[in-house]
């Protein structure tokens, strides 16, 4: 009989099981320390974190680094120099599973090289079951999982994996609860992330987020509105607010009559230019969330408002809760209350029984709203998710085609947005010089438009106005204009 190797005091494997749970348990909230004994676990030595996947994992990244960097690691550009090497994985489609693989695949001789440093894997893909299974069985290089639920755990993973020499495994499978004061090192000094809640619990069909990340749980208001005010105090120029749902914040409260719309007022009336959130989901999307954004000021005139297909028998296939005509009367009242509004989406392609017929509905649909952008996506089966059981009766070359048809109407959308600025003056916010050109600026509307445009480096990090001279379709050229007294856009 094979002798079972006991890696480590630490071995708590993910259970898809227990992730698809919600005993509406009570969240609790913590607060992030160090224990005196592991603070200077790091001196001396480099960390090194690659990120995949949306925003709530670079806001997780952020967060990773920031406790290393308390423990006193430093991070370096280079990872054949790291003493931790971390990667920060994307479950949302196969292709971002492959790529973390592959990356593994690589990463082994640098590990024979450096046998001493510590390979971390974290994020949505070590929250799944058949990957921890896999990465177990087949990647012996990697000494540390841990998910992401217990990210503020890593100093004590850290300091069993370098003190026992053995492999970590811990990842919790529960609802997940809220830790505050976890140290941050913010990879952007103008523009910043803002977690207002974690979790989903929407159980969209084709999506493995709800096991990855737990039930729904909202920070609690004061302390939101306290980290926006921070980032203000040290200059940024603008917050995103983040969620798995971000317009769902405020549901889970017992004890107040709280939601999104709320706390948008609230931040509405801070010192800071601008205010961002993503992602929003058409079935949360209030009459106060609207009436709100239509205050503009700090509030951007932008909303990302996923639809995923245009017709109803797929919507309810996905669990969408939402018809295609509920759906559209949202867009127009945005449109009514919020004039040049630009709205964006993600769409799937292809998802199981979707027929030539209800596809065209998905295209009517793109062209009738007049998206300024999208993700779009040939449909990933996801193994424990519903869809994942369905017959994936759509050919692949019908996929690619039906992308493929897609895509032209939103590169169109692309164009027509950007052209509505033509000739018009609008505020740029300015992050840095361009990847070609140092003399060249770039920066974002209010409207989420990306600007080029020749100016001095001392622009960076300030909100400039700039005539628009030519609008292509992923980007506008303009002129900054001096002492400009008003903007259109």
């Known amino acids: 009989m094979a002798e079972v190797k006991d890696y480590s005091k630490y071995f708590n494997k993910p259970s898809l099981k227990e992730a698809k749970s919600r005993k509406r348990l009570n969240v609790n909230i913590e607060t992030f320390t160090t224990a005196k004994s592991m603070a200077d676990i790091g001196k001396g030595k480099n960390y090194h974190i690659k990120t995949y996947g949306c925003q709530m994992n670079e806001h997780d990244s952020e967060g990773i680094a920031g406790i290393l960097e308390q423990l006193g690691y430093v991070v370096t550009a280079d990872e054949t120099l790291a003493d931790v090497l971390v990667l920060n994985t994307c479950a949302i489609r196969e292709n971002a599973e492959n790529r973390v693989f592959g990356e593994l695949g690589r990463l082994k001789p640098l590990k024979v090289t450096n046998p001493d440093m510590i390979l971390a894997i974290c994020g949505c893909m070590s929250q799944e079951e058949a990957v921890v299974n896999k990465i177990l069985k087949k990647y012996q ?129 801070l010192d800071i230019p601008r205010i961002r959130f993503t992602t929003s989901h058409p079935h949360d999307f209030d009459e106060l969330m609207i009436a709100t954004l239509a205050k503009k000021g700090n509030l951007m005139e932008y909303v990302h408002l996923p639809v995923q297909s245009g017709n109803d028998t797929i919507l309810k296939r996905m669990n ?47 062209k009738e709203v007049g998206y300024e952008g999208a993700y779009t996506f040939i449909y990933s089966p996801r193994e424990g998710t519903p869809a994942a059981q369905m ?63 020749k100016a001095d480096p001392a622009v960076i990090g300030k909100i400039v106005q700039v005539k628009i001279t030519e609008a292509k379709t992923w980007h506008l050229f303009g002129e900054l204009v001096e002492n400009a007294s008003d903007t259109s856009a």
């Open 141 to 269: 290089q990697v000494d540390l999982i841990f998910g992401t639920h217990n990210i503020h755990r890593l100093p004590e993973y850290l300091h069993e994996a370098l003190i026992s020499k053995e492999r970590v495994v811990e990842v919790w499978s529960g609802e997940g609860d809220i830790v505050e004061n976890l140290p941050r090192r913010r990879a952007n000094s103008v523009k910043g992330w803002v977690n207002i809640m974690y979790g989903c619990d929407e159980f969209c069909t084709y999506c493995i987020v709800p096991y990855t990340r737990g039930k729904e749980r909202s920070r609690m208001p004061a302390d939101v509105i306290n980290e926006v005010k921070e980032l203000a105090a040290k200059g940024y120029q603008e917050v995103t607010l983040l969620g798995q749902n971000v317009n769902a914040y405020g549901k889970d409260f017992k004890d107040r009559d709280y939601t999104f719309g709320n706390l948008l007022e609230e931040l509405r009336h």
């Open 320 to 366: 969408r809760r939402y018809t295609r005509e509920s759906y559209l009367q949202l867009v127009r009242d945005l449109k009514t209350a919020i004039p040049g509004v630009s709205i964006t989406t993600d769409i799937i392609v292809g998802f199981p029984g979707e027929t030539e017929e209800q596809f065209q509905d998905t295209l009517s649909l793109a």
């Open 391 to 453: 017959e994936d009766d759509v050919t692949e070359a019908e996929k690619k085609d039906r992308l493929r048809r897609l895509n032209e109407i939103i590169n169109k959308g692309y164009l027509d947005g950007n052209m509505r600025f033509q000739d018009q003056l609008v505020e740029v916010l300015v992050e840095g010089p361009s990847k070609n050109d140092e003399t060249v600026m770039s920066g974002y509307t209010r409207h989420q438009k990306l600007v080029n445009f």
